[in-house]
Nanobody, 122 residues
Framework: QVQLVESGGGLVQAGGSLRLSCAAS????????MGWFRQTPGKEREFVST???????AYADSVKGRFTISRDNAKNTMYLQMNSLKPEDTAVYYC????????????????WGQGTQVTVSS
């Protein structure tokens, strides 16, 4: 079992920055692939970024160059640094953990946090 708790969401003006954190517990964090997803009302949950146990990363085209994913295995924590935020980045952001597969599909992830709201005003 893996428990995930997100933090760091909030309200920010367009062009601003936020850093999301995802604290993990319950399983050896260093051997778990992690990801960030986001969801707006009425839409499917969409991939944002992923980081493997070896810290290889991938990003959605919509956030590439603006968002940076990282992990600190000593603290069992994953981060998402979000810069140059746009109103279209407004969503509930979820962190997720995968015990076996790596990728952009929600089905690959076994555990999910409760989500943190990010609102970007224009």
């Amino acid at each position: 079992q893996v428990q995930l708790v997100e933090s760091g969401g909030g309200l920010v003006q367009a062009g601003g920055s936020l850093r999301l954190s995802c604290a993990a517990s319950g399983r050896t964090f260093s051997s778990t692939a992690m990801g960030w997803f986001r969801q707006t009302p009425g839409k499917e949950r969409e991939f944002v970024s992923t980081i493997t146990w070896s810290s290889s990363t991938a990003y959605a085209d919509s956030v590439k160059g603006r968002f940076t994913i990282s992990r600190d295995n000593a603290k069992n924590t994953m981060y998402l640094q979000m810069n140059s935020l746009k109103p279209e980045d407004t969503a509930v952001y979820y962190c997720a953990a995968s015990t076996s597969r790596i990728g952009i599909l929600t089905d690959y992830y076994d555990y999910w946090g409760q989500g943190t709201q990010v609102t970007v005003s224009s």
